[in-house]
């Protein structure tokens, strides 16, 4: 399922051009601001819904985080 843009708002995750691939989900871009304090994001838009595992590295990081072709796994929720 390809999705434009997925979002949290409440973290300030923005996901765009993304594809759940098997377990995973592939964007061609992510932003997230810092100290996301969660690991498990879940990430939605309109009816588009998919939680994810942030890795450790990326939880309650100081600065931004930007990244091109990102694949991050889904949650199991």
């Known amino acids: ?19 759940v691939q098997g377990d995973s989900l592939h964007c061609g871009a992510l932003y997230l601001e810092p100290l996301v304090p969660f690991k498990s994001i879940r990430l939605a838009y309109e009816t588009a819904s998919v939680t994810v595992e942030l890795p450790d590295e990326l939880v309650n990081q100081a600065e931004p985080f930007r990244s091109w072709a990102i694949e991050l796994p889904l949650a199991n929720v």
């Open 1 to 19: 399922m390809q999705h434009d843009l997925l979002m949290d708002a409440a973290h300030m995750v923005f996901a765009v051009n993304c594809q």
